[in-house]
């Protein structure tokens, strides 16, 4: 299954973006899924997850920011991200939870000014 993210741009700080992540297969539905983002000179870190049932959870920095869902008819998942801050400038990234090392694609960037 490959992913590929989409919706990422420049914002500045406040602002908010709409995250799509497309999967090519519908084995997505039985998936448990997460966004991930890494910003330059750093690792890349888990933000969000949704489970095939839709229960989700958040990294702290995200809670009450960022809400996760999935549309699992379209094989899609969302992320809509608000109240964004430089800090959250990154490439967002897709995959399972835990990530499928040979699934990850190349990522949408987000870049917030300050």
């Known amino acids: 299954v490959q992913y590929v993210e989409s919706g990422g741009g420049l914002v500045h700080a406040g602002g908010s973006l709409r995250l799509s992540c497309a999967a090519s297969?519908?084995?997505?539905?039985?998936?448990?899924m997460a966004w991930y983002r890494q910003a330059p000179g750093k690792q890349r870190e888990y933000v969000a997850h949704?489970?095939?049932?839709?229960?989700?959870g958040y990294r702290d920095s995200a809670k009450g920011r960022f809400t996760i869902s999935r549309d699992n008819a379209k094989n899609t998942m969302y992320l809509q991200m608000s109240r964004l801050n430089p800090e959250d400038t990154a490439v967002y990234l897709c995959?399972?939870?835990?990530?499928?090392?040979?699934?990850w694609g190349q990522g949408t960037q987000v870049t917030v000014s300050s």
């Open positions: 995959n399972t939870r835990p990530a499928t090392m040979s699934a």
């Open positions: 949704i489970s095939r049932d839709g229960v989700t």
């Open positions: 297969s519908s084995i997505f539905r039985r998936r448990d």
